[in-house]
Structure formats: C-alpha cells, structure tokens
C-alpha cells in the first residue's frame, strides 16, 4: 500500500537518495513542492553530519617502495574512525555520482584529474559543502537553514506544484 508521495518506503527513500545526491551535485534542482518539502530535512540532516567531522583527519607515514625497489616514507592524510563511520553512513544516504568528463577535455585528462577521487560526491561534500557552510554558521552563530525552496506555480498537465529546490 502506498504512502507519503504515493509511493512504497523503498520507492519513497530510493527517491530521496537520488534527489539528495542530485541537489548536493548541481546545487539545484527542480521537483514538484510536496517532493522538495520532504527533501529538505533529509539533505540538511546530511550537511549537518557532514559539518561535525569534515575537518577529522590524521597524518600517517607509511612505508612504500618506488619504481626501483627503495623504501621511501610518505606521508598519507586518512580519516579519524569517527570520520569513517560518518562517510559510510552518509554513502547509505546518498547515491554516489561519477565526475563527467568536460566538453573538450582529453580521456587522459580526465583520467588523470579523477584517478584519485574513489568516490566524488563524498569528496565534494566533506572538501567543498561541509567547510563552506562551517564558516557560514560560525559567522552567522547559528545552523541549519543550508537549503531554501521556490514555489513556481502549477506545472502544464497535471497541475502538480512545482518547485525549485536550491543550497544556500
């Protein structure tokens, strides 16, 4: 039987996993109202956790061997466990895009800007999102309030409501 948005809770949250990850790509997107009402509270949630941890991250030396078998120290910047456990908590939240290759770019270009990024959206919102919206709330003194929605007017057909969903 279906529920909210007449549609089962699979269909319900694969929805919302779609919509979430489209928004924090692009920034905007258009839906109907009643879709955008209840996005809203689940991708601020989603920022929310993103803020509390995206600055959690330790230096380790490892050891590896070069082209010519020497050992060579490194240094590598991985995630806190506390960190982790947010990133694989959001990545059941979201689904994960892939980084387009742009118009004029060369397949080795493209290959070489996106050979270390496993995951973009992730990248994106801990790299990009989390820290832009830390240094409003610190300026502000509040948070929340990351996404805002405009009313359009019915759509030609249906007469659904539509919307535009936008991050702030």
Known sequence: MPGKLGR????R??????QASELLWYGKIKTTAA???????????????????????EEKEVVKKDSKGKDI????????????AVRRALMAKL????????FNE??????KRTADVKHPLMEKLFNEIAPKYAQRAEELGQGGGYTRIYLLGERRGDAAEEAI???V
């Open 8 to 11: 089962t809770s699979e269909q």
């Open 106 to 111: 060369k397949k080795s270009d493209y290959k």
């Open 13 to 18: 949250i694969a929805m919302l996993k779609n």
């Open 73 to 84: 120290t490194v240094k590598v910047i991985k995630d806190t466990p506390k960190k982790l």
């Open 35 to 57: 879709k955008a009402k209840e996005l809203q509270p689940y991708v601020e949630k989603i920022i929310t956790k993103a803020i509390h941890v995206y600055d959690l991250n």
């Open 165 to 167: 969903i936008e991050l």
């Open 95 to 102: 689904r994960d895009l892939q980084e387009v290759k742009a």
